[in-house]
C-alpha cells in the first residue's frame, strides 16, 4: 500500500512539474525596448538607460515592431520648475476670477430686472462718491487759504525784520503736510470714481451679453403659437 501511494505521488508531482513547463512555455516574453537619446549633440541609442541619461529625453522604441513606444521628456531644472510652479499657480488664479466673475454675472442678472434698475444702483455709488469728492476740494480749498494766509503773516514778519516765530513755522509746515495728504486722498477718489464708471460700463455689457444669452436659450413656442405670433 506504502508503495502504491509512493508512486502515485511521483506521478502527481510529474505531472505538475509538466504543467508548470507548459504555463511557463505559454507566457510570453516581456517586450525589450531600445532607448535612444542625446548625448554631446549626437544620437545614443541601447537597450539599456545609463544613470547619466536618466533625465535626459529620450524615445523608447520597441525591438519587436521597431515601432516607437513612447517618448520622455527631460527632467526640468530647478529654475524651471519654479517658473512652471509659478505659472501653474497664475493659471489657476486667472481661472478663479473668471469663475468669481460667472458668478457675479448670474448674480447681477438675478438682482436687476431691467438694465435701468442696474444704471441705477451704480448711479446711487458715483452719487455718493460725488459727494465725497465735493467735500474733500472745499477741505482742501479751506486749507489752501488757511496756509496762504499763515504765509502772509511770515512774510510780514520777516519784512518788519522779525524773525518768524516757532509756533507759525510749525503750524505751516503742518498744513502743508495736511494739505499734500489731503491731495492724495482726493486723487484717490476720483480715481475710484473713474473705476466705477468703467465697471458700469463693463457691468451693463456683461448685462445685455447674459440677457442675450437667456433669450437665445429660452425654449422654442411650439408650430401652433409660433404662427399665431
Do not use: F
Amino acid at each position: 500500500m506504502s508503495q502504491l501511494r509512493a508512486i502515485a505521488g511521483i506521478a502527481i508531482a510529474l505531472t505538475l512539474l509538466h504543467h508548470g513547463q507548459a504555463l511557463a512555455q505559454a507566457k510570453p516574453a516581456a517586450s525589450k525596448k531600445i532607448y535612444c537619446w542625446n548625448e554631446g549633440g549626437k544620437k545614443v541609442c541601447g537597450d539599456a538607460l545609463p544613470a547619466s541619461a536618466a533625465n535626459s529625453a529620450r524615445t523608447e522604441i520597441s525591438t519587436k515592431s521597431g515601432m516607437t513606444t513612447g517618448r520622455v521628456d527631460r527632467a526640468l531644472t530647478d529654475d524651471e520648475r519654479t517658473a512652471a510652479e509659478i505659472a501653474a499657480a497664475a493659471a489657476r488664479k486667472q481661472a478663479e476670477a473668471i469663475a468669481a466673475q460667472e458668478r457675479r454675472d448670474l448674480a447681477m442678472v438675478d438682482s436687476y430686472t431691467t438694465e435701468n434698475d442696474l444704471r441705477r444702483a451704480y448711479g446711487e455709488r458715483i452719487s455718493l462718491l460725488d459727494e465725497t469728492i465735493k467735500s474733500s476740494k472745499m477741505g482742501i480749498g479751506g486749507l489752501r487759504l488757511s496756509l496762504l494766509s499763515e504765509l502772509r503773516q511770515a512774510g510780514d514778519q520777516e519784512l518788519a525784520g522779525a524773525p518768524v516765530t516757532k509756533r507759525l513755522t510749525d503750524s505751516i509746515r503742518g498744513q502743508h503736510a495736511e494739505l499734500l495728504r489731503q491731495r492724495q486722498i482726493l486723487s484717490a477718489q476720483e480715481e475710484d470714481r473713474a473705476a466705477l464708471k468703467r465697471e458700469l460700463l463693463d457691468s451693463v455689457r456683461r448685462y445685455r451679453e447674459m440677457k442675450g444669452e437667456a433669450k437665445d436659450t429660452a425654449a422654442p413656442q411650439p408650430a401652433a403659437e409660433a404662427a399665431q405670433s
